[in-house]
T-cell receptor, first 113, second 113 residues
C-alpha cells in the first residue's frame, strides 16, 4: 500500500476538543503533505513539509497545526479553532524530484459530534 | 493564487464509449501534470502523468494531452469499463514553491454496463 499509513481510520470528536491524526511513511521521502477532502470536492492543502523541522501553511491552515520532528512522521492536530472539522483527511509523501509521484495514505475520516 | 479548473464535474458514459475530462491551470510555472483515480472511500492513486516537455502520453486505454500555450490538459479513456467508474482528479505542480500540487475539484465518472 505504498508505505504510507494513517491512523486511526475513523475518529470521532466532541466539539471543543483537539485531536491528532497520525501519518507515518517508510519511503524515505523528504516531503509530506496534509489534505482535506469534503464530499464532492477536491483536495485542499492544509500544511506541507519539505524537510524535517520545517513546514509551511497551505491554503486552509487555520485551525490546524503540524510538527515534523522525524522524517517518517507528520502528525496533524485539528484544534477547537477549526470551525467545521468533519471531513476526510489524507496524508501524502513525495520523493525529492519535482516529477516524483505523490503517494497517499488511506485517509482518516473525522466526525465531530 | 494557483488554480486548476476541471470539467465536467460528473460524466456518465456507456460501457465501451470514450470519456474525456478537461483541466485548465493558471500557474505558467507548472511543469508536471498527474492524474489520480479515487474509488469510493479509498485513497487517490496515480494513473498517468505528463511533463511539460511532452504533448501527449498514452498507457493502454488511457491517454493524456497537454497544450502548454493554452494551459489545458485532458484525460482520455477509451473503451470504458464499469471498473473505470470512480472520481478522477487532475493536478498541476511547479518545480518551485515546495512542490505544491494543486488539484482540480474532481470528475465523477459513471460507466454504465
Amino acid at each position: 500500500d505504498g508505505g504510507i499509513t494513517q491512523s486511526p481510520k475513523y475518529l470521532f470528536r466532541k466539539e471543543g476538543q483537539n485531536v491528532t491524526l497520525s501519518c507515518e511513511q517508510n519511503l524515505n521521502h523528504d516531503a509530506m503533505y496534509w489534505y482535506r477532502q469534503d464530499p464532492g470536492q477536491g483536495l485542499r492543502l492544509i500544511y506541507y513539509s519539505q524537510i524535517v523541522n520545517d513546514f509551511q501553511k497551505g491554503d486552509i491552515a487555520e485551525g490546524y497545526s503540524v510538527s515534523r520532528e522525524k522524517k517518517e512522521s507528520f502528525p496533524l492536530t485539528v484544534t477547537s479553532a477549526q470551525k467545521n472539522p468533519t471531513a476526510f483527511y489524507l496524508c501524502a509523501s513525495k520523493g525529492g524530484s519535482a516529477y516524483n509521484e505523490q503517494f497517499f495514505g488511506p485517509g482518516t475520516r473525522l466526525t465531530v459530534l | 493564487g494557483e488554480n486548476v479548473e476541471q470539467h465536467p464535474s460528473t460524466l456518465s458514459v456507456q460501457e465501451g464509449d470514450s470519456a474525456v475530462i478537461k483541466c485548465t491551470y493558471s500557474d505558467s510555472a507548472s511543469n508536471y501534470f498527474p492524474w489520480y483515480k479515487q474509488e469510493l472511500g479509498k485513497r487517490p492513486q496515480l494513473i498517468i502523468d505528463i511533463r511539460s516537455n511532452v504533448g501527449e502520453k498514452k498507457d493502454q486505454r488511457i491517454a493524456v494531452t497537454l497544450n502548454k500555450t493554452a494551459k489545458h490538459f485532458s484525460l482520455h479513456i477509451t473503451e470504458t469499463q464499469p471498473e473505470d467508474s470512480a472520481v478522477y482528479f487532475c493536478a498541476a505542480r511547479a518545480s518551485t514553491g515546495g512542490f505544491k500540487t494543486i488539484f482540480g475539484a474532481g470528475t465523477r465518472l459513471f460507466v454504465k454496463a
